[in-house]
């Protein structure tokens, strides 16, 4: 198995090491902590990282055979999750390539909206590093108002990524109150599996959006 392990597939094993201590270590892990940092890579679920490596990474809270009488406590979930939600890097419950099995497993609660949507639109602002989730909004009867995007040059808030519902379309306008809503600088458009999207380099600063669908 490759060193460079991937989220994604790493995710793909949760289900059967859902929040379980294995009995013993993986014989990679020494090369996956030297290569990889696994044990303190919080880009893997901990899920994982309690099935494959519990003996050698002393830190994920698993029972340590060789000195049973200590006890360890592990970090609340919720704290794990907000971290890795808020990654402009590599967001995780905006991440297209996990599914809404694997965000609602992993991180349910701080994923509600990206696993059980309750609007059509929203884009996602990041500041200093962080992503942000913005107000959702829900579509027009047609390009009829653009809506305040979050962006603001004076705090170096741009835009990072897009949620449109299927058949809904995210227009992205660098005026505050363009004039004719029916050119946007971009269109991301949401189908049936696909909903999330970087915001183009190029309108990552646009000021306005507007959400419609068919």
């Known amino acids: 198995m490759s060193a460079r392990l991937t989220i994604a597939l790493l995710c793909s094993m949760v289900g059967a090491a859902t929040a379980q201590c294995g009995r013993s270590d993986h014989p990679n892990c020494a090369m996956w902590n030297r290569n990889v940092n696994f044990c303190t890579n919080e880009a893997r679920p901990l899920a994982v990282r309690q099935a494959y490596c519990p003996v050698m990474c002393g830190n994920l809270g698993c029972p340590n055979p060789n000195a049973p009488t200590t006890t360890t406590t592990t970090a609340a979930p919720g704290t794990t999750c907000a971290?890795?939600?808020?990654?402009?890097?590599?967001?995780?419950?905006?991440?297209?390539?996990?599914?809404?099995?694997?965000?609602?497993?992993?991180?349910?609660?701080?994923?509600?909206?990206?696993?059980?949507?309750?609007?059509?639109?929203?884009?996602?602002?990041?500041?200093?590093?962080?992503?942000?989730?913005?107000?959702?909004?829900?579509?027009?009867?047609?390009?009829?108002?653009?809506?305040?995007s979050g962006a603001v040059a004076t705090t170096k808030t741009t835009l990072a990524r897009a949620y449109a519902g299927t058949g809904c379309t995210v227009g992205l306008f660098p005026d505050l109150a363009p004039a004719d809503l029916t050119k946007p600088a971009a269109s991301l458009v949401g189908t049936a599996t696909a909903h999330f999207f970087p915001v183009p380099d190029q309108s990552n600063a646009a000021l306005s959006y507007t959400c419609t669908c068919v």
Not at 104 to 133: H, M, S, W
């Open 83 to 148: 971290k890795w939600a808020a990654d402009a890097t590599k967001p995780f419950c905006a991440n297209p390539d996990l599914t809404v099995e694997q965000k609602t497993q992993i991180c349910g609660t701080t994923c509600d909206f990206e696993t059980k949507p309750n609007a059509d639109c929203v884009l996602y602002t990041v500041t200093d590093g962080k992503l942000t989730r913005g107000t959702p909004s829900n579509r027009t009867a047609g390009p009829a108002k653009a809506v305040s």
